[in-house]
């Protein structure tokens, strides 16, 4: 399929493949117009090497370097398509992607064979901080009202023919399927084993019956997390959409609230949310009933990103913090109630 039609295309370039993962993103930022002694910052890995440059004549710039085998080139330019969709309708609510020197939204850098080229994508630096875990309250339902608006925008924008994103279902989740690798891949403990297998199990026939209706079911951000979201005053930019695809509308929630559905005031969050959503967009009672499985559904799958990126830096505190133990106690009362 080729890409040059798409967003600006995609520019392909030779690189040594002995080359390191700095290296490769100095020779990225080079095809970007910033000189080679830029400095760059990288941020905690999760998926994909991400680095803070500055240097040159213009304002700070983040570098995405895709990992090697993951995205697809199509996959890639359809987050792109998305992100730009929503930035001409809504401004800086996401950040701006910047073109290469020759005008392409993506590039390749491309390493002998059999290595994986590695694909990268440059983005605007947005202004702003992770929103403060004692501050949830007064950004959760401007929060909900965002979500809402980028839903709305899902289901009336018009893809183009070559979208093509991941889908996450039951299959690609819980299922046979799944995208990050069987959840039980973490897990070591043989009673948290028991635990959350009940758990999947009851997760997977709540989603059964809930269904993917296109009603429930359609393009979602899907990693909206807090540190995917940056405030500054009274604005939220929502950032990295390397997750984006086709899944419930609800689990956009769940991912809100990934590591704080134990708080305490997690059911005022809840509700702060789901006020804000209805601001802009219905959502029926009975999706709102269903809120508890998503979260669940949100937990086991952070379970399996933890088994299949164990190397990570996120995986690692997940794994400090007692993230299994953690899931099994939030499922006691979740079971009581579905199990």
């Known amino acids: 399929m080729s890409l040059v039609a798409q967003g600006g295309g995609v520019e392909r370039v030779e690189v040594p493949s002995t080359a390191g993962m700095a290296e490769l993103a100095r020779t990225a930022c080079e095809r970007y117009g910033l000189p080679g002694d830029c400095t760059l ?10 680095y803070r440059v500055e240097g040159g004549a213009g304002a700070p710039g983040v570098l995405r370097v895709y990992r090697p085998g993951g995205r697809s080139p199509a996959e890639i330019m359809s987050e792109l398509a998305w992100m ?17 020197t020759g005008g392409s939204q993506g590039l390749e850098l491309a390493r002998q064979a059999p290595l994986d080229p590695c694909y990268c994508v440059m983005f605007s630096c947005a202004p702003g901080r992770e929103p403060a875990e004692d501050e949830l309250a007064v950004w959760f339902p401007r929060l909900g009202a965002i979500t809402a608006r ?13 979208f093509r994103r991941p889908r996450w279902d039951l299959r690609t989740t819980l299922g046979d399927r799944p995208h990050w690798g069987p959840w039980q891949s973490s897990v070591t403990d043989t009673a948290e084993l028991a635990q959350l297998e009940r758990l999947a199990e009851a997760v997977t026939g709540r989603l059964r019956g809930f269904g993917d ?28 959409f390397e997750d984006c695809g086709l899944s419930w509308y609800l689990y956009d929630l769940a991912c809100a609230l990934t590591f704080n559905e134990g708080r305490a005031d997690v059911r005022k969050l809840i509700a702060l949310w789901v006020d804000g959503y209805r601001q802009v967009e219905p959502l ?12 669940m559904l949100r937990r086991l799958m952070l379970t399996a990103y933890a088994g299949l990126r164990h190397d990570t830096e996120l995986a690692a505190q997940m794994r400090a913090d007692g993230y299994n133990a953690e899931t099994c106690a939030l499922a006691e009362a979740y079971l009581s109630r579905f199990g």
């Open 213 to 240: 209706g296109g009603g429930r079911f359609g393009l979602v951000h899907a990693d909206l997390r807090l540190a995917n979201l940056l405030v500054d005053g009274d604005r939220i930019t929502v950032i990295d």
């Open 284 to 295: 029926p009672a009975e999706d709102e009933a269903e809120i508890d499985t998503f979260l």
């Open 41 to 50: 910052h990288l941020y905690p890995l999760t998926e994909n090497w991400t």
């Open 150 to 162: 980028l839903h709305r925008h899902a289901r009336s924008w018009a893809r183009p023919p070559w």
């Open 84 to 100: 730009e969709a929503i930035r001409a309708e809504a401004g800086s609510l996401v950040p701006a992607v910047i073109p290469t």
